[in-house]
């Protein structure tokens, strides 16, 4: 048939195309021929046109199997819009009444439609069986057809069921679709449909106009957000976080903040989330914050940053969301924050779920905290993750490209981990061969014997942080790959067998360190948050004067960190200086406040410092709420511990928001708490520490005082020394 059909005429008749991308035509006359078809493409690519084609052109119904009303909506009205045949295009799904059912059915007995939209729950559901036997069927298409597959990044177990009912209506071929799958994931999902001859068209994963990027995730988390959108005024972006609880916050932040923000999740309502995504497609806001559940329906070519707020499950999740900006080939800013937190809070997550998921679950998440500390060009390390060969050394378009580190030789590193693969005979993951190679004895290296074999601790006298690079860069370059049945296993390559018997020079960069207690300098189009050296210790020195004028030790005019705020943020007025971290009312009234800001004016004038945009980084209601309450509490001589039981909050988290509330200069009397819970000697001796000492430190303080006191007290006496001292 494909042969009788001028495709390109077609395609401006239905379309208004002159062209084809890349392999659509191709795909299409594959299905036109009757034969089943799998498409990877990336988001952007032109999947959609790949079936609604034909479907227009070959007698009969298409089945499209999709996971999302909205997305059946979305292209239902598409479809409908280009085509002057009444019910031309359907969706079935439980959205519609038994009218709306009817009139589909009627349009499909009639001829008139062509497409037929479908969720996998109601394909299976007995009377659409039933009613669809009935239809001549063109052939089904499987959209997201990476849901079949339990090593996919949106596994739904009904998508496992389709072969079965499709065998039940009645064959056609199949076309599967999908914008994300590594080999794993294809070869799994051509089993599971039953068509493993199946033609594979692969669209090439780079997308060379993102740009990515990992930073270290701290506590100015929100913060660092702002001050990126602020940085790109009007450009729509979407924000990812995994918790529903933290898109609220966020959302709410953003438009303390004047940013034209919504929240989108699926425990909103319909109507609410339809209004969402219409004011993101008209621009009405210019963020949403969401979890996952947002963006696989929405066709809006111009988002100018994804910004992942926690990292995701997998790298085939993280690509695909990154994968919906910059879809008209504009720019398009790929920002995640990174934190080991996180991704151990998210292997926690697992506990409870089969033995075979938490597998699974674990080895995504292993690459996807690759992909966030590797040195490497993040494009190479993607595009080989889906299986492609980016051959250039420096993509120019991601911060490891731009800010390179320095390569070391690791020629005979490789050598250490090639043998130890192979006596190991190729039969376990990299971190066994990593515990291997340095001469861990793990219980399960004891319960293989391995620990007898001459190669266990060959790499022992090495730095222990190469093995994980070398291995991963090793994966890049070809000398290793990864079996794709057994995920995960490490198989030495013939290229790798030759660098065993002759060695060539083999370069490699170590991982970047994401270290919790630090914060990181952000960058990006040349905007810093860099602190100012000459500043900072001119703040130090004029500290110094204060505490000495006051017989008050520094630490209580102002905290370090506050200090290293004022030394990046540049605040010129007592207004500013509230947004400073620890700076609240109580210390603005204080006579010395003036001074630091005196101070830092008279240095910008002097050293023509261009200050980054006036960012006033609120918080919202709900935080000072509680702050508001815990003071109202205390005021009324309610036990400390009693509070935070009325909160909800754990008390170590009930001192943390007292300690800021006298840190930022507002005055607490807890006296009567420790009169109750503390004698009078031991609160004097905490309290005479903190008079003697240059330091605030907790640490430094328990290993003074901890044989005698426990860090609880320590804390409270410190809450009450600071109170009295600074506010």
Same mark, same amino acid.
């Given at each position: 048939?494909?042969?009788?059909v001028?495709?390109?005429?077609?395609?401006?008749?239905?379309?208004g195309?002159?062209k084809?991308k890349?392999?659509?035509?191709?795909?299409?006359?594959?299905?036109l021929?009757?034969n089943d078809?799998f498409?990877?493409?990336?988001?952007?690519?032109?999947?959609?046109?790949?079936? +609604?084609l $034909?479907?227009?052109?070959?007698?009969?119904?298409?089945?499209?199997i999709?996971?999302?009303?909205?997305?059946?909506?979305?292209?239902?009205?598409?479809?409908?819009n280009?085509?002057?045949?009444?019910?031309?295009a359907?969706y079935?799904?439980?959205?519609l009444?038994?009218?709306?059912?009817?009139?589909?059915?009627?349009?499909?007995?009639? &001829?008139?439609?062509k497409?037929l939209?479908?969720?996998?729950?109601s394909?299976?559901?007995e009377?659409?069986?039933e009613?669809l036997?009935?239809v001549k069927?063109?052939?089904y298409?499987?959209?997201?057809?990476?849901?079949?597959?339990?090593?996919g990044?949106?596994?739904?177990p009904?998508?496992?069921?389709?072969r079965?009912?499709?065998n039940?209506? &009645?064959r056609?071929?199949?076309i599967a679709?999908?914008?994300?799958?590594?080999?794993?994931?294809?070869?799994?999902?051509?089993?599971?449909?039953?068509?493993p001859?199946?033609?594979?068209?692969?669209?090439?994963?780079?997308?060379?106009?993102?740009?990515?990027?990992?930073?270290?995730?701290t506590?100015?988390?929100?913060?660092?957000i702002?001050?990126?959108?602020?940085?790109? $005024?009007?450009?729509?972006?979407?924000?990812?976080c995994?918790?529903?609880?933290?898109?609220?916050?966020?959302?709410?932040?953003? /438009?303390a903040?004047?940013?034209?923000?919504a929240a989108?999740?699926?425990g909103?309502?319909?109507?609410?989330?339809?209004?969402?995504?219409?004011?993101?497609?008209m621009?009405?806001?210019?963020?949403?914050?969401?979890?996952?559940?947002?963006?696989?329906?929405?066709?809006?070519?111009?988002?100018?940053f994804?910004?992942?707020?926690?990292i995701?499950?997998?790298l085939?999740?993280?690509?695909?969301?990154?994968?919906r900006?910059? /879809?008209?080939?504009?720019?398009?800013?790929?920002?995640?924050?990174?934190?080991q937190?996180?991704?151990?809070?998210?292997?926690?997550?697992?506990e409870?779920?089969?033995?075979?998921?938490?597998?699974?679950? /674990?080895?995504?998440?292993?690459?996807?905290a690759?992909?966030?500390?590797?040195?490497?060009?993040?494009?190479?390390?993607?595009?080989?993750y889906?299986?492609?060969?980016?051959?250039?050394?420096?993509?120019g378009?991601?911060?490891?490209?731009?800010?390179?580190?320095e390569?070391?030789?690791?020629?005979?590193q490789?050598?250490i981990?090639?043998?130890?693969?192979?006596?190991?005979?190729?039969?376990?993951r990299?971190?066994?061969?990593i515990?291997?190679?340095v001469?861990?004895e793990?219980?399960?290296?004891?319960a293989?014997?391995?620990?007898?074999?001459?190669?266990?601790?060959?790499g022992?006298?090495?730095?222990?942080n190469?093995?994980n690079?070398?291995i991963?860069?090793?994966?890049?370059?070809?000398?290793?790959?990864?079996?794709?049945?057994?995920y995960?296993?490490l198989?030495i390559?013939?290229e790798?067998?030759?660098?065993?018997?002759?060695?060539?020079p083999?370069?490699?960069?170590?991982?970047?360190?994401?270290?919790?207690?630090?914060?990181t300098?952000?960058?990006?189009?040349?905007?810093?948050g860099?602190?100012? @050296?000459?500043?900072?210790?001119?703040?130090?020195?004029?500290?110094?004067?204060?505490?000495?004028?006051?017989?008050?030790? @520094?630490?209580?005019i102002?905290?370090?960190?506050?200090l290293?705020?004022?030394?990046?943020?540049?605040?010129v007025?007592?207004?500013?200086?509230?947004?400073?971290? &620890?700076?609240?009312?109580?210390?603005?009234?204080?006579?010395y406040a003036?001074?630091?800001?005196?101070?830092?004016?008279?240095?910008?004038?002097?050293?023509?410092?261009?200050?980054?945009a006036?960012?006033?980084?609120?918080?919202?209601?709900?935080?000072?709420?509680?702050?508001v309450?815990i003071?109202?509490?205390?005021?009324? +001589?309610?036990?400390?511990?009693?509070?935070?039981n009325?909160?909800?909050?754990?008390?170590?988290?009930?001192?943390?928001?007292?300690?800021?509330?006298?840190?930022? &200069?507002?005055?607490?009397?807890i006296?009567?708490?420790?009169?109750?819970?503390?004698?009078?000697?031991?609160?004097d001796?905490?309290?005479d520490?903190?008079?003697e000492?240059?330091?605030?430190?907790?640490?430094?303080?328990l290993?003074?005082?901890?044989?005698?006191?426990?860090e609880?007290?320590?804390?409270?006496v410190?809450?009450?020394?600071?109170?009295?001292?600074?506010?």
């Amino acid at each position: 048939m494909a042969d009788k059909v001028n495709l390109t005429e077609a395609l401006k008749k239905h379309f208004g195309f002159d062209k084809f991308k890349g392999d659509q035509e191709a795909i299409i006359r594959n299905v036109l021929d009757g034969n089943d078809t799998f498409v990877l493409m990336p988001t952007g690519g032109g999947k959609s046109l790949c079936y +609604q084609l $034909p479907s227009l052109l070959m007698e009969g119904t298409a089945i499209i199997i999709s996971p999302l009303i909205a997305l059946m909506k979305n292209q239902v009205d598409v479809i409908s819009n280009l085509s002057d045949t009444p019910g031309v295009a359907h969706y079935l799904n439980s959205s519609l009444n038994k009218a709306a059912i009817d009139q589909v059915k009627a349009d499909i007995r009639a &001829g008139n439609t062509k497409l037929l939209y479908v969720a996998p729950e109601s394909l299976t559901k007995e009377d659409n069986v039933e009613f669809l036997r009935s239809v001549k069927i063109s052939f089904y298409a499987i959209d997201e057809a990476h849901c079949i597959s339990e090593w996919g990044h949106d596994f739904r177990p009904e998508y496992r069921r389709i072969r079965p009912i499709i065998n039940e209506i &009645g064959r056609a071929p199949i076309i599967a679709l999908t914008a994300t799958a590594t080999d794993k994931v294809r070869t799994d999902i051509k089993k599971n449909l039953g068509m493993p001859e199946a033609q594979e068209f692969k669209s090439s994963f780079n997308r060379s106009n993102l740009y990515y990027e990992v930073r270290q995730k701290t506590k100015d988390v929100d913060k660092d957000i702002i001050k990126f959108i602020k940085q790109h $005024p009007g450009k729509s972006g979407i924000i990812y976080c995994l918790s529903r609880k933290k898109v609220e916050e966020l959302a709410a932040i953003l /438009r303390a903040n004047e940013i034209k923000a919504a929240a989108y999740h699926a425990g909103l309502d319909s109507a609410t989330r339809s209004q969402t995504q219409d004011d993101f497609l008209m621009e009405k806001i210019d963020v949403i914050v969401a979890t996952i559940a947002f963006g696989m329906g929405i066709d809006k070519p111009d988002v100018r940053f994804v910004i992942h707020y926690d990292i995701p499950k997998s790298l085939e999740g993280y690509y695909q969301e990154t994968g919906r900006s910059g /879809r008209d080939g504009g720019e398009g800013i790929c920002l995640a924050f990174y934190s080991q937190k996180d991704l151990q809070k998210l292997d926690k997550f697992m506990e409870g779920k089969p033995v075979a998921e938490q597998d699974i679950g /674990r080895q995504l998440l292993q690459e996807t905290a690759a992909y966030a500390e590797t040195s490497v060009c993040r494009r190479k390390m993607l595009l080989h993750y889906f299986g492609e060969i980016y051959d250039r050394d420096n993509c120019g378009n991601c911060d490891n490209c731009r800010h390179p580190k320095e390569k070391i030789q690791a020629d005979r590193q490789l050598v250490i981990a090639l043998n130890a693969i192979a006596a190991i005979k190729e039969n376990f993951r990299s971190d066994y061969v990593i515990d291997f190679i340095v001469g861990r004895e793990t219980e399960e290296i004891l319960a293989h014997k391995h620990h007898d074999l001459e190669a266990f601790g060959s790499g022992a006298d090495e730095d222990e942080n190469i093995w994980n690079p070398l291995i991963r860069q090793a994966l890049i370059a070809g000398y290793l790959k990864k079996e794709v049945e057994n995920y995960g296993l490490l198989k030495i390559t013939p290229e790798g067998k030759k660098f065993m018997k002759k060695t060539k020079p083999f370069m490699i960069v170590k991982d970047n360190e994401f270290n919790e207690d630090e914060d990181t300098v952000l960058e990006h189009d040349g905007v810093t948050g860099a602190l100012d @050296p000459t500043l900072n210790s001119m703040l130090i020195d004029l500290r110094k004067k204060v505490s000495k004028k006051m017989d008050r030790p @520094p630490y209580v005019i102002f905290q370090d960190v506050s200090l290293e705020q004022m030394a990046t943020d540049y605040p010129v007025t007592l207004e500013e200086l509230k947004n400073i971290q &620890g700076v609240g009312e109580g210390k603005i009234k204080q006579p010395y406040a003036k001074e630091f800001v005196n101070l830092i004016k008279r240095y910008c004038e002097e050293n023509d410092i261009v200050r980054q945009a006036d960012l006033r980084v609120r918080t919202v209601a709900k935080k000072s709420m509680l702050k508001v309450s815990i003071i109202q509490s205390i005021d009324r +001589q309610i036990a400390l511990d009693d509070i935070a039981n009325a909160k909800g909050i754990e008390f170590e988290e009930l001192l943390d928001e007292v300690e800021a509330i006298v840190y930022s &200069g507002t005055k607490l009397n807890i006296d009567y708490f420790l009169e109750e819970v503390m004698d009078e000697d031991r609160i004097d001796d905490i309290y005479d520490y903190f008079k003697e000492s240059d330091t605030d430190d907790l640490e430094t303080a328990l290993e003074e005082l901890g044989e005698d006191c426990s860090e609880d007290e320590i804390r409270l006496v410190r809450i009450k020394f600071i109170s009295e001292m600074a506010n």
